[in-house]
């Protein structure tokens, strides 16, 4: 089985105090799409090849119509000796949903956050599974 690792979890939040659990919530994620069909971390070997998935989660809430929006996008690299080569990246895809922005809670952005990177992860694995024979 050839390994992978979720390399790097950037993004904007709409409001700082939900940034941290938003970036996990995104990896937890992640790391559950990635562990289905590889073995996550890095190999032992310093010139094995793996794969390194990068994502960029971007929230916004819109006040006016109550409108929150989590999106992802993600690139997926093959590592080798500590160089990155990119592979393919996907645009983001986003989960849209109307919220009370005065009860707004993390569980509420969080559980955008699930849907638009486990939505985000489906090509980007399915890829990866299709190349993988070549690691």
């Known amino acids: 089985m050839a390994n992978a690792e979720i390399d790097l979890v950037t993004g904007k939040v709409f409001d700082k105090k939900f ?3 938003v970036m996990k919530t995104a990896r937890r994620v992640a790391e559950k799409a990635v ?6 971390d890095a190999p032992k070997d310093k010139q094995a090849r793996y794969w390194s998935v990068d994502l960029n989660v971007v929230v916004t809430l819109d006040d006016k119509s109550q409108q929150l ?3 992802c996008g993600v690139i ?4 080798q000796g500590g160089k990155k080569f990119m592979h393919a990246s996907k645009p983001p ?7 009370n922005a005065a009860k707004l809670a993390q569980a509420d952005v969080d559980s955008m956050v699930e849907d638009a ?3 985000a992860m489906d090509k980007p694995i399915a890829l990866m599974k299709a190349g993988s024979k070549d690691l």
């Not at 562990?35 to 996550?40: E, G, S, T, V």
């Not at 997926?76 to 590592?79: C, P, W």
């Not at 895809?93 to 919220?99: H, P």
Request: glycine share 12%; no cysteine; net charge positive.
């Open 19 to 21: 940034e941290a659990g």
């Open 35 to 40: 562990k289905a069909a590889f073995d996550l």
């Open 69 to 71: 929006d989590a999106g």
């Open 76 to 79: 997926v690299h093959i590592k």
């Open 93 to 99: 895809n986003s989960a849209k949903g109307k919220v």
């Open 117 to 119: 990177v486990s939505a």
